[in-house]
């Protein structure tokens, strides 16, 4: 039979990290000893407290049946009571708190609930490839908002044209930001919120990295700002903040109307978290004050070592002040792709080039700090013998 795809799947190209996957095994197949610089997936181990709660949990029979589609109300209270002490901000667990099977779950569902065939949704470029990809999912057109190293890769809400603005349904933003790292503080959320409500647009910012940042640096949420629970969702992780990647457990909170309807897109879609992941989840957030000094510290050692190696061999970089990616521009000649080539043909390294989150990422690539700190001695050992 002539399988044949929808269109939807025809307009997406292949995830980027699956491309890089298949590159990656046929370097491994030749015995190369790769350093893999490429995916945020951290190498750490989830802290043990929360693997002790995870077994206690998977013995009880109760935890076995299906879970609630919201999640356990004694999960989003645990969340709730961490996001106050964290941010300062109550949200009411029964209307306010969602939780998600991971928070690309949760971004990825968005669209779904609020995007019309047609309809227009804002979405930084470069940025997390999800944004994208869940609006042409929903039938939206998505619009690229530029992140520039001029602007401290924010996007400039007021270049958006009025008839973009009028269209549009959604407005994805990430800070700490993914790739480039960049970090945003309250005035830009104000920015947002003015924009929003003026053009009746719901925000989703995507706050996974919020518990990654160094030197005591803590980033905002969007909620500390007024007026942004009238009109805005935010999407938070355990992946990073506990090294949970694998576990798939996030949630996101805000507008109880928001909420709402994203829920009932997961009813139809799938049947919530296991609950013993969820008592964990609440195990880490009872147990451990965020962001983790242990986790923190080892990030900070890799991205000082990086950074000053990186400088050396001449290549231009900020020092991140949050999330455990260095966003760097490519020399002088190449393109990202030509010289992610050149990193994995002639060093063994894995980075990924930053045109695979958008147009505007050309130009640069990205590495995540998620090898330890000999190997990342070792992958600048590398980059020096590279000729470019
Ligand atoms: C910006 C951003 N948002 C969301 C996610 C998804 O994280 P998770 O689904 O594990 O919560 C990631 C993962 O890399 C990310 O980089």
């Not at 076995?64 to 996001?83: C, D, K, L, N």
């Not at 647009?201 to 160094?214: G, P």
């Not at 694998?246 to 996101?252: N, P, S, T």
């Amino acid at each position: 039979m002539q399988i044949e795809t929808a269109k939807r799947i025809d307009q997406i190209p292949p995830y980027l990290f699956a491309e890089i996957d298949k590159k990656k095994e046929e370097m491994r197949k030749k015995g190369i000893d790769l350093i893999d610089l490429g995916i945020g997936d951290p190498d750490l181990p989830t802290p043990k407290p929360i693997i002790e709660q995870l077994k206690k949990s998977s013995d009880d029979p109760r935890n076995h049946r299906y879970p609630s589609y919201e999640g356990m109300i004694e999960f989003r209270t645990e969340v709730a009571q961490w996001f106050e002490k964290r941010f300062g901000v109550k949200f009411n667990p029964q209307a306010e708190v969602l939780a998600l099977i991971g928070s690309k779950e949760g971004i990825a569902h968005i669209p779904l609930a609020f995007v019309n065939p047609g309809d227009y949704v804002l979405v930084p470029s470069p940025g997390y490839p999800v944004y994208r990809v869940s609006t042409l999912f929903a039938g939206g057109i998505p619009y690229f908002l530029p992140l520039r190293k001029e602007n401290g890769f924010l996007p400039s809400l007021s270049e958006i044209p009025e008839s973009i603005a009028q269209k549009a349904k959604l407005l994805f933003i990430n800070y700490p930001n993914n790739p480039t790292s960049a970090i945003a503080e309250k005035p830009f959320f104000e920015e947002v919120v003015a924009f929003a409500q003026r053009h009746q647009i719901i925000v989703c910012h995507d706050a996974a990295y919020s518990e990654v940042a160094f030197g005591g640096y803590r980033p905002p949420s969007f909620f500390e700002i007024e007026g942004a629970k009238e009109i805005g969702i935010e999407f938070h992780s355990l992946s990073k903040t506990f090294n949970m990647t694998g576990w798939r457990i996030g949630f996101a909170v805000g507008c109880s109307e928001i909420i709402s309807v994203l829920g009932r897109v997961k009813t139809n879609i799938d049947s919530g978290v296991f609950q013993a992941i969820q008592e964990a989840g609440m195990a880490a957030f009872r147990h451990f004050d965020t962001p983790l000094p242990e986790i923190i510290d080892i990030y900070e050692r890799r991205r000082d070592v990086m950074i000053r190696g990186l400088r050396e061999i001449g290549l231009e970089v900020d020092p991140p002040k949050a999330t455990f990616y260095l966003w760097i521009r490519v020399p002088r000649g190449y393109t990202s792709a030509q010289f992610a080539a050149l990193l994995l043909e002639q060093g063994g390294i894995v980075a990924t080039p930053g045109n695979g989150f958008g147009e505007e990422g050309e130009g640069y690539f990205r590495m995540a700090l998620t090898v330890d700190e000999k190997r990342c001695k070792e992958a600048i050992e590398r980059i020096k013998r590279i000729k470019f």
